[in-house]
């Protein structure tokens, strides 16, 4: 864990703005803390690979720029992305991804801020870089429509798996509710992906399986479906502006 102080102006503002605050009752202690900690830093760094994977997908000119977001360490280390996706689901996809899972880096940064006093500098993991390594090396059209619906709906398997395991350990309610947004959304985009797959492409990709305890009854689907309509209309008017920041930062 790498410690150093202070959050920018810029980040402290986009945090406010981005994210209601988390009321708590302070933090967490022992190994309920503990996991609490680590489940935000590893959500956050895949999340953050994330981003860079649907960047490539529908391109900066559309989901903008993540590596200039005010995201705490940030690299500014790719430059303005084309969009390299044509199929309609894959775009669907990288751009509602997109915008919640940075809205999600947000608004765990202010958890740890809030409870913790800390901030998490944000790195892409091996798994995170074997994903982007793929799709960047994957020709655009059909070649990565393809790499994109199977290695993106993997990556949300990794995601899912442990933001279950958050909604059993947590100790904040918010954190807890939080990680069920995760499971809930990113079942529903695995899934999606993975029927993409099989129609068009005629692949069949359920390895890693989703855990069960994340799917729904097929009957819950219509209402979340229409829950995450209205919940993308309203993101879709948000923009992200340029900030800088610097694992996790101490806050003075």
Not at 20 to 37: H, K, N, S
Not at 65 to 90: D, E, I, R, W
Not at 207 to 221: G, K, N
């Amino acid at each position: 864990m790498k410690i150093s102080f202070g959050l920018s102006t810029v980040a402290i503002i986009a945090l406010a703005v981005s994210a209601p605050p988390a009321r708590a009752d302070g933090p967490m202690t022992g190994a309920t803390g503990a996991f609490e900690l680590d489940y935000l830093q590893f959500i956050l760094d895949h999340h953050y690979s994330g981003l860079r994977a649907t960047e490539l997908a529908a391109g900066t000119a559309v989901v903008g720029p993540t590596f200039s977001a005010p995201y705490p360490g940030n690299p500014a280390s790719f430059p303005p992305t084309p969009a390299k996706g044509t199929n309609p689901v894959v775009l669907s996809v990288a751009t509602m991804a997109n915008l919640a899972q940075g809205m999600e880096i947000v608004e765990g940064q202010t958890f740890l801020q809030n409870w913790y006093g800390l901030t998490a500098s944000l790195d892409i993991r091996p798994d995170g870089q074997m994903m982007i390594n793929m799709l960047e090396a994957a020709a655009p059209g059909d070649p990565f429509n393809i790499a994109f619906l199977s290695n993106f709906g993997d990556h949300h398997v990794s995601a899912i798996e442990r933001s279950l395991e958050c909604i059993n350990r947590a100790g904040h309610a918010e954190l807890r509710s939080y990680c069920q947004n995760i499971v809930t959304a990113q079942t529903r985009e695995t899934q999606e992906m993975r029927a993409e797959l099989a129609r068009t492409y005629g692949i069949v990709d359920n390895d890693p399986p989703l855990p069960a305890a994340a799917v729904p009854e097929p009957s819950t689907w219509a209402m979340l479906i229409a829950g995450f309509g209205l919940v993308g209309g309203a993101m879709r008017s948000r923009r992200r502006k340029p900030g800088s920041s610097r694992r996790l930062v101490r806050a003075t």
